[in-house]
T-cell receptor
């Protein structure tokens, strides 16, 4: 079953922060985050493992609450290059990933 | 995208025709995946291969077959194409472990008329 992402879209000005949420109805082993620019392939950002700590990638970080089966992606001091669609992927069975519908982030100057 | 290649990049088929999408990776990853992405939607898993010699169904396997030819190559076959299979198809390879890696291929845009 696919995870649910919120919000569907967010518009930011450069320097502003945003949070994207991902929740699943199944117990999760790991959560993966990706960014996809229009017309391009998704790019893997980070993985959060069950029992692991919060991860970071430049000014993009994420957390994973195993008990609530939720993950959040934090965009801090957003830059124009952060624009794109962000997907979470959840792994509940070995090696099998399910993706959310995506959150479109638009960063304006 | 480092190390994952897909062919062809574009394809137009007529209903009922068959074709094979090719994917290859040169990073020695064990696991490979096929996804489809419809406009404005997330990725849906078609089939995956956790390791050489194994394949398993994902969320939307109907109308597709796969072959893990060797560790490098994972192909996706449409036996009798239908308009509902019009989509962008992405192949991905993953290295699970302490040094986790994951890369997607550039995609194949398939139109079935």
């Amino acid at each position: 079953q696919q995870p649910v992402q919120s919000p569907q879209a967010v518009i930011l000005r450069e320097g502003e922060d945003a949070v994207i949420n991902c929740s699943s109805s199944k117990a999760l082993y790991s959560v993966h985050w990706y960014r996809q620019k229009h017309g391009e392939a998704p790019v893997f950002l980070m993985i959060l493992l069950k029992g692991g700590e919060q991860k970071g990638h430049d000014k993009i970080s994420a957390s994973f609450n195993e008990k609530k089966q939720q993950s959040s992606l934090y965009l801090t001091a957003s830059q124009l290059s952060y624009s794109g669609t962000y997907f979470c992927g959840t792994e509940s069975d070995d090696y099998k990933l399910s993706f959310g519908a995506g959150t479109t982030v638009t960063v304006r100057a | 995208n480092a190390g994952v290649t897909q062919t062809p990049k574009f394809q137009v088929l007529k209903t009922g025709q068959s074709m094979t999408l090719q994917c290859a990776q040169d990073m020695n990853h064990n696991s490979m995946y096929w996804y489809r992405q419809d406009p404005g939607m997330g990725l849906r898993l078609i089939y995956y291969s956790a390791s050489e010699g194994t394949t398993d169904k994902g969320e939307v396997p109907n109308g597709y077959n796969v072959s893990r030819l060797n560790k490098r190559e994972f192909s996706l076959r449409l036996e009798s194409a239908a308009p509902s299979q019009t989509s962008v198809y992405f192949c991905a390879s993953i290295l699970f472990g302490s040094s986790y890696e994951q890369y997607f291929g550039p995609g194949t845009r398939l139109t079935v008329t």
